[in-house]
């Protein structure tokens, strides 16, 4: 077994091959791989790939859910060279098109199930090849197993540096169209280092991903890292309360990794009494905001067990971590900034803000993406004197930790005040009687923009909009209160669980009153 002269995704993967040959790498169901045996079917659907003219650069698409072909696909690519666009599963045939069109894709790996969104491509795009995974009426394209078995079993040698592109991550487009982060091997590397150093990542553990390995938070933090220290991943396809419990319980599973909004489906439906979670060690959620309740009830219920939030961007990857001390100490805070990040709060002419004040937050290093694919004008306002600016803005403390206050695209200009959402949802995230709320701006004729929020009830409970008022009116400061406030059964997300709050606003203009 060689390696290169750098250090990249394949280095990563084949180290571990080597140090633990036997030992499970992975689980899917009734499938299990050791790190030989994983390692045998990646080299075999890269020489799979490569004997079908997917060369050193080619974009490589995957559609499809947490899966074993998702894993071989992931670390069959970089030996190629090859470059993976993961796309997510929810999107229709046109949102498709856009994302494989603007990175020029060559080919598309899909499950067998999204095979009806699949058919359009071809028309729309004539030079896309097609390769199915699993076996359905109906289902175009070369089988994954039929390529697989083609394949050679030895190792390709393609060699690749550590700024070569390895993934193209569309961002979730909450707002106009997603844009592609290009990832380096270099920024992957950067990323795992930072979680082998701050998120208890251990040789013995047994990860299981709690969210989508199309999004760049799960396969950051729930995946490589654990690879790399040659750990064992369990996959669960279908993310639901129920399978994520009896797969913890079945596995003992040691690190799960999720975002809030799981960890609520779960407390909600008594999993955490139903189940055995003895063997959890460690918990680590991000994407959104916890609400203060869940937090204290599910602390309560694992006192032994190490909870760490993070923070971080397709475009920047993990920017800072709140440590299992800090959970309640500092709660609403997102932590501090990983030890190999370099991370600044400034103001509009980058100057460091002081203490308690808000700016944006700004960062550099290998960690953070090549850049936005094919955005020229983009990437010269996000990157400006070396530094990449999130478009977070954020509140730092005296012991430098960060609270994220909300988007700079979100700010709500009331006035002439400046409202940050996040700061008024923490306060009716806090109240008895509310599930969830979130947060926006709508204009308003007299004052530019005025404050609307938007609730979701705990079952079997009531309010009215001025109990709503009046109990911001008595935590915050009387202009951040809500002018409007609309009641809903659920909010509309994307595939990682962030409100899409330009839905919530044309819901919120539509609502009279």
């Known amino acids: ?29 009734e499938h299990r791989y050791a790190y030989s045996e994983l390692n045998d079917q990646c080299n075999r659907l890269a020489d799979g790939l490569s004997e079908r003219n997917i060369r050193k650069g080619d974009r490589v698409a995957l559609l499809a859910k947490n899966c074993k072909e998702f894993v071989i696909s992931y670390f069959a690519l970089p030996k190629i060279g090859a470059v993976l666009v993961p796309l997510n599963h929810r999107c229709v045939a046109k949102e498709l098109e856009y994302m494989l069109s603007d990175c020029e894709a060559k080919a598309l790996i899909f499950e067998a199930e999204y095979s009806e969104t699949a058919k359009p491509l071809r028309d729309l795009l004539p030079g896309l090849a097609f390769v199915s995974i699993g076996k359905q009426v109906g289902a175009i394209g070369e089988d994954f197993d039929g390529l697989v078995s083609s394949g050679k079993s030895t190792e390709p040698g393609i060699e690749s540096a550590e700024e070569d592109e390895c993934s193209i991550l569309y961002t979730s487009g909450t707002t106009g169209k997603p844009k592609g982060a290009v990832i380096t091997h270099r920024t992957r590397v950067w ?43 369990v996959l669960v396809p279908q993310l639901d309360p129920v399978r994520i419990a009896e797969a913890i319980q079945r ?50 219920l694992f006192p032994g067990v190490r909870f760490y939030q993070g923070y971080g961007q397709t475009e920047s990857t993990q920017l800072t971590v709140l440590k299992p001390e800090d959970q309640l100490r500092k709660f609403g805070c997102t932590g501090k900034a990983h030890l190999l990040v370099d991370l600044r709060v400034v103001d509009e002419s980058d100057e460091d803000v002081s203490p308690g004040e808000t700016g944006e937050v700004i960062t550099r290093g290998p960690h953070v993406m090549k850049g936005y694919l094919n955005l020229p004008e983009a990437n010269q306002e996000s990157f400006k004197n070396g530094w990449f600016h999130t478009g977070d803005i954020a509140r730092i403390d005296a012991e430098e930790f960060i609270t994220i206050v909300g988007r700079k695209k979100d700010m709500i200009i009331s006035g002439g005040e400046n409202i940050y959402p996040r700061e008024i949802e923490l306060v009716l995230n806090g109240h008895p009687k509310i599930r969830e709320a979130t947060v926006f701006g709508i204009p308003d004729e007299k004052w530019g923009e005025s404050v609307c929020a938007a609730v979701i009830l705990k079952p079997d409970e009531t309010l009215t909009e001025e109990e709503i008022v009046r109990y911001c009116k008595e935590n915050l400061a009387s202009y951040k209160k809500p002018k409007k406030v609309i009641f809903c059964q659920s909010f509309p997300r994307n595939a990682t669980g962030k409100v899409i709050k330009e839905k919530m606003k044309d819901m919120a203009l539509s609502k009279k009153g």
């Not at 077994?1 to 169901?29: E, Q």
């Not at 709690?210 to 760049?216: D, E, I, M, Y």
């Not at 799981?262 to 959890?280: K, P």
Request: include cysteine; aromatic fraction near 6%; proline fraction near 5%.
């Open 1 to 29: 077994m060689t390696y290169s002269n750098c250090m990249t995704t394949s280095d990563l993967f084949l180290r571990s091959c080597r140090r633990h040959p036997r030992k499970t790498a992975l689980i899917d169901g």
């Open 191 to 233: 990323c795992t280092v930072n979680m082998l150093l701050d998120g208890s990542v251990e040789t013995d553990g047994i990860s299981l991903p709690g969210g989508p390995l199309f999004h760049t938070g799960t396969t950051n933090i729930a995946l490589l890292p654990h690879v790399a220290a040659g750990g064992t991943i």
């Open 251 to 300: 596995e003992k599973v040691t690190h799960l990794v999720t975002v809030p909004t799981i960890l609520h489906t779960m407390l909600v439906a008594g999993v955490f009494d139903q189940y055995n979670f003895t063997s959890l060690r460690n918990v680590y959620y991000g994407a959104s905001t916890i609400p203060l309740k869940d937090l204290e009830k599910i602390l309560s």
